[in-house]
């Protein structure tokens, strides 16, 4: 049973930086692609970078291309999202995801979140 796990949010002040991980576990992943969302309050989910379970392929949303990095580490079975020059509307739970059947919006397996605050 896939299973994703989020860690990394928190309360952080705007300008700062935070990176976001996301531990899979359950099977293998090799023919995966990986994602990253996230919801603020009273808004739909919001898709936001994707990168194949290999690492060679990426893609971003323009809401946060030149602010966000996205990685994987195979050999741990994790994925990582740095977020750089946080804003306050980047306050929201961001979610991992995973999927094989769709690039770049993945959505076959969900973590439960993690929380995002941004302080002005």
């Known amino acids: 049973q896939v299973q994703l796990v989020e860690s990394g949010g928190g309360l952080v002040q705007a300008g700062g930086s935070l990176r976001l991980s996301c531990a899979a576990s359950?099977?293998?992943?090799?023919?995966?692609?990986m994602g990253w969302y996230r919801q603020a309050p009273g808004k739909e989910r919001e898709f936001l970078t994707a990168?194949?379970?290999?690492?060679?392929?990426?893609y971003y949303m323009g809401s946060v291309k030149g602010r966000c990095t996205i990685s994987i580490d195979n050999a741990k079975n994790t994925m990582y999202l740095q977020v750089n020059s946080l804003k306050p509307e980047d306050t929201a739970v961001y979610y991992c995801?995973?999927?094989?059947?769709?690039?770049?919006?993945?959505?076959?397996?969900w973590g439960q979140g993690t929380q995002v605050t941004v302080s002005s």
């Open positions: 995801a995973a999927g094989r059947r769709t690039w770049p919006k993945v959505y076959d397996y």
């Open positions: 359950g099977r293998t992943f090799s023919d995966f692609n």
């Open positions: 990168i194949s379970w290999s690492g060679d392929r990426t």
